[in-house]
């Protein structure tokens, strides 16, 4: 355990010192419990039933073999908005985006998170916004839309 934290407190300053975010977009990110307010059905379902509410727990069991760099590159698709502005950088620095969470898929949320506007949070989905982390040939087998009443919320 004492290692692990060693690697923890390794990640955190290697994001801080590279983590010069590009600017430009104005939404961030602000991770899954931010929606329950407003989404309490949708949050509760997500964490009870997705694969993805429990994706950094996949990765942190098998971190023991692996280098620091194999470990970033789980973090890309198993938590949420790795490398980019406002994502992911290491469990200290921002716990509440550990997971692949509500905003892999709809998208940084935190303007929607402030107006409640449908206007600012990508609604409609395609098998595009699945594709950064999953293979085409699963992507062909889940069917975007009935997922939300099979597993994803
Ligand atoms: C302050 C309350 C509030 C918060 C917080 C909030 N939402 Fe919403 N959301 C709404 C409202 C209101 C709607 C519109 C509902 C309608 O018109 O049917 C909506 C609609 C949506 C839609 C459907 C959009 C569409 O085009 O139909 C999605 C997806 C969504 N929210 C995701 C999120 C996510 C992800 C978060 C967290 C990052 C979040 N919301 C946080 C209030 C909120
Ligand atoms: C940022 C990366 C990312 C994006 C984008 C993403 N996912 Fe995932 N998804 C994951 C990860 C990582 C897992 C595996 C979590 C685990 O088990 O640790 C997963 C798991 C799943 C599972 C469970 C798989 C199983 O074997 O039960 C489903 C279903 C799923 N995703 C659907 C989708 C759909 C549909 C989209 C697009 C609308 C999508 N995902 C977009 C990262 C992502
Ligand atoms: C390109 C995106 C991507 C990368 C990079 C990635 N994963 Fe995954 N991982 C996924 C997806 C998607 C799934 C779910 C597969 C499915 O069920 O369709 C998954 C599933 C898993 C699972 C299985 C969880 C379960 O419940 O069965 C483990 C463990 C895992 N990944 C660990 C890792 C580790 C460790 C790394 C880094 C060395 C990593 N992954 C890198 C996308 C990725
Ligand atoms: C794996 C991808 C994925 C994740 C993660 C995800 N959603 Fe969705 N969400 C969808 C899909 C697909 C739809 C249906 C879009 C459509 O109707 O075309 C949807 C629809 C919605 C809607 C519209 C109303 C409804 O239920 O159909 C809301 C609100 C919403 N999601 C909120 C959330 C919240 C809050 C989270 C996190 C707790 C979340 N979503 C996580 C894929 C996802």
Request: glycine letters at 12%; proline letters at 3%.
């Given at each position: ?62 971190k ?35 997971e ?36 085409d ?17």
């Amino acid at each position: 355990m004492r290692y692990a934290s060693a690697i923890m407190l390794f990640i955190g300053i290697c994001c801080t010192c590279s983590g010069a975010a590009g600017a430009g977009d104005k939404k961030t990110y602000v991770g899954s419990e931010a929606c329950k307010t407003c989404h309490a059905q949708e949050y509760e379902r997500f964490m009870k039933y997705s694969k993805q509410a429990k994706s950094y727990e996949s990765v942190a069991l098998m971190k023991k073999g692996l280098t620091e760099s194999e470990l970033q590159g789980c973090y890309k698709c198993h938590t949420t908005g790795y490398g980019q502005p406002g994502g992911f950088r290491s469990l200290r620095q921002t716990p509440r985006l550990k997971e692949a969470g509500c905003e892999t898929c709809h998208g940084p949320g935190s303007l929607h998170y402030q107006t409640g506007d449908k206007k600012d949070i990508k609604g409609k989905l395609t098998a595009a916004d699945c594709k950064q982390c999953h293979s085409d040939r699963t992507i062909q087998s889940f069917g975007v839309k009935p997922l939300v009443y099979g597993g994803v919320h």
